[in-house]
């Protein structure tokens, strides 16, 4: 069938009320949501003002006062239905990522499979949000740590993963006491729709059995800019955590800090790997091709910068070359396909200037041009391969599309100085069989990303590790390990169980 001939408003339709989202939520409203994989209209949601906005944190901050005093095991069990909720709907939601995102079958599957998989892991956190025991130089004295719930959590996400980064936030601000709002990409409401009657069912089921849950734990506002602005400077909103451009951090990150509240922020990456002469070329090749082209180029992780050592940099390039030319590019809701369309022109269009800037400075560009088809409003690119000779003009900014810029190195130690020379810092990767360059990548004179990874690609982390970067990134850490304590705060408590009180460091103080 043509792309044109597909009715994907019909089938969204379906989805969307298989998932429970009532048919007047995404239609006859203002904010027009097309699928960039026909590049028509899908949706038209109601939008939420920005009074709306204000009324919802008041009401997210009374059910964080009662949310706060549920056990974190019980408050673990309503997780445990979302993730049952989720898996239930793997299939349709998946569905719905890829018809909105444009993402291939698989990619929008496995974006759901991420949101499953952190329910698991916050199910288990529940009973694991543990503090220290201290030692205390006061005698009969005991002194710990305890971590207590924070407040209404803000989560801003972008359209590239519309439901697992929500995921990651919810899941472990939920039992870790907080209530939430969220507010999604205008280009990706629908699936947060969905998204959000999946953990209605949840919460129904929930209190079904006996689970106590205030009213407006978990709220979802649709709109524009000026509604995450609400939350960005409402006081009773302690913690934001917000995936997009650096651009947006930029704005977010200093009205934040004005008020003294906390930031997790996920902005650009321009994420690199380096190759060495032991590298194995075949997994090197699948690994960089993954990296670089899925997902059209559109993750916070995608490759961006290949570092390739003149001893096989003749073997591989030439290979690379042959993948970028041959790889499957169109209806990512057919099977076989490996690359989907960019999210929009806009998107295009930013391409198609990085490229004109990477050929101003030097660049020998293979592929990059429109892919025709009778799609005319959807926007589909051949992924680029960029032979530039040095690390300049647009290889130092993150654009959001497939274009991968190659450079020859000879020194080991010169790579990784050009690696981390860039102002972003979220993941990258080595290919090599040398131990002392796998080592030295991943120690502290290496990689400065917030993720290094060795004979694999830097994007498509699981979530049981801490995810986001360093510098321009924006250092938060979202998902895994002990990203949790960011979602608490920490009390240092002493208590005094015997008949004397002496002082610490030997302060004397009789009265
Ligand atoms: C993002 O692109 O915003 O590591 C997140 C990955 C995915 C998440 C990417 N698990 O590529």
Not at 82 to 105: N, Y
Not at 229 to 241: A, T, Y
Not at 333 to 352: C, H, N, Y
Request: proline content about 4%; hydrophobic content about 40%; some cysteine.
């Amino acid at each position: 069938m043509t792309i044109n001939a597909i009715d994907l408003a019909t089938e969204t339709k379906t989805l969307l009320s298989e998932l429970g989202v009532q048919t007047d939520r995404f239609t006859g409203g203002t904010l027009r949501v097309t699928s960039p994989v026909t590049g028509k209209e899908i949706g038209a949601l109601k939008e939420h003002s920005a009074a709306d906005a204000k009324a919802a944190v008041a009401e997210a901050h009374k059910a964080f006062l009662a949310w706060r005093s549920v056990p974190a095991p019980k408050r673990g069990e309503l997780v445990r239905l979302l993730g049952e909720e989720l898996r239930a709907a793997k299939t349709a939601l998946g569905r719905l990522v890829s018809i909105e995102v444009g993402k291939i079958t698989s990619e929008g599957l496995g974006e759901v499979q991420e949101m499953i998989d952190i329910c698991d892991f916050a199910v288990g956190l529940s009973r694991q949000l543990y503090g220290l025991t201290i030692a205390t130089e006061r005698s009969e004295h005991r002194m710990m740590e305890s971590w207590h719930p924070l407040g209404v959590v803000g989560i801003i996400s972008a359209f590239n993963f519309p439901v697992a980064v929500w995921s990651w936030n919810a899941a472990l601000a939920l039992v870790c006491g907080n209530s939430i709002i969220w507010k999604p990409s205008e280009k990706t409401p629908l699936t947060a729709l969905a998204t959000q009657a999946l953990f209605e069912k949840a919460l129904k089921r929930f209190v079904a059995e006996g689970g106590q849950a205030p009213a407006n734990l978990a709220a979802l506002l649709i709109g524009g800019r000026e509604l995450g602005e609400v939350l960005v400077d409402n006081p009773k909103v302690p913690l934001i955590s917000a995936t997009g451009s650096t651009a947006m951090g930029r704005a977010v990150a200093p009205r934040l800090s004005q008020r003294f509240a906390r930031a997790i922020l996920e902005l650009g990456g321009n994420n690199a790997a380096i190759i060495c002469p032991t590298a194995d070329l075949d997994l090197t090749l699948r690994g960089v091709a993954f990296s670089a082209m899925g997902t059209a180029g559109q993750r916070c992780t995608t490759l961006r910068r290949l570092f390739v050592h003149e001893s096989v940099y003749d073997k591989l390039v030439p290979r690379l070359q042959k993948a970028y030319g041959s790889v499957s590019i169109g209806n990512p809701l057919e099977s076989g396909t490996l690359v989907g369309p960019l999210i929009d022109k806009q998107a295009f269009d930013k391409m198609q200037s990085a490229l004109a800037e990477a050929k101003a400075a030097g660049g020998t560009v293979t592929g990059g041009d429109r892919v025709e088809n009778d799609a005319s409003e959807a926007y589909y690119v051949r992924p680029a391969l960029v032979e530039m000779p040095s690390q300049s003009g647009p290889v130092e900014h993150e654009t959001f599309a497939p274009i991968l810029y190659v450079m020859k190195y000879s020194d080991f130690d010169e790579a990784l100085e050009l690696h981390n020379a860039v102002p972003q810092g979220l993941s990258s990767s080595i290919f090599t069989n040398d131990m002392r360059e796998a080592e030295a990548f991943v120690s502290a004179r290496g990689s400065d990303c917030g993720i290094a990874n060795v004979n694999l690609g830097p994007s498509g982390a699981e979530i049981g590790g801490a995810f986001g970067g360093e510098k321009e990134t924006g250092g938060g850490r979202e998902s895994g390990s002990d990203a949790w304590k960011s979602y608490m705060r920490r009390a240092t408590n002493t208590i005094n169980y015997g008949k004397t009180l002496p002082l610490a460091q030997g302060v004397k103080f009789d009265v």
